[in-house]
C-alpha cells in the first residue's frame, strides 16, 4: 500500500487548508485511516482517525475545528482545517492500517505517507 498526501501550505492564523491523502496498491488490506502531525523537536501525534464505516475519532486538540472524510470508492481521505492556530504548524502524516477500532497510536499503522507542511502564521 501506498499513501501520496497532499494539500498543505502556508496560511494565516484564523484560515483553512484541506488535505488529501490517496491510498493506492492493496487497498483492500485497509481498514482505519488517519492523520497524525509533528512539529520540530517533538514526538508525531496523533490528530484523527477514520473507519471504513466512517466512524471517526479526533484529538481534543483539534476537535470542532477539523473534519475529516473518506471517499471508499476513490480510496481517499480528506482533512479540512479550519480555524487553524499556530501550534497546529507541523508535518501531517496520513498513516493506514488493517485493523480496525481507530487507534491513536503510531505503531499499530502499517503505512505511512511521505508528509505535507502545514504552516501556520499568527
Known amino acids: 500500500v501506498q499513501l501520496q498526501a497532499s494539500g498543505g501550505g502556508l496560511v494565516q492564523a484564523g484560515g483553512s487548508l484541506r488535505l488529501s491523502c490517496a491510498a493506492s496498491?492493496?487497498?483492500?488490506?485497509?481498514?482505519?485511516m488517519g492523520w497524525f502531525r509533528q512539529a520540530p523537536g517533538q514526538e508525531r501525534e496523533f490528530v484523527v482517525a477514520i473507519g471504513w464505516s466512517g466512524r471517526t475519532y479526533y484529538a481534543d486538540s483539534v476537535k470542532g475545528r477539523f473534519t475529516i472524510s473518506r471517499d471508499n470508492a476513490k480510496n481517499t481521505i480528506y482533512l479540512q482545517m479550519n480555524s487553524l492556530k499556530p501550534e497546529d504548524t507541523a508535518v501531517y502524516y496520513c498513516?493506514?492500517?488493517?485493523?480496525?477500532?481507530?487507534?491513536?497510536?503510531?505503531?499499530?499503522?502499517?503505512?505511512w505517507g511521505q508528509g505535507t507542511q502545514v504552516t501556520v502564521s499568527s
Open positions: 498513516a493506514a492500517r488493517s485493523g480496525v477500532g481507530l487507534s491513536i497510536h503510531t505503531n499499530e499503522y502499517e503505512y
Open positions: 496498491g492493496r487497498t483492500l488490506s485497509i481498514n482505519d
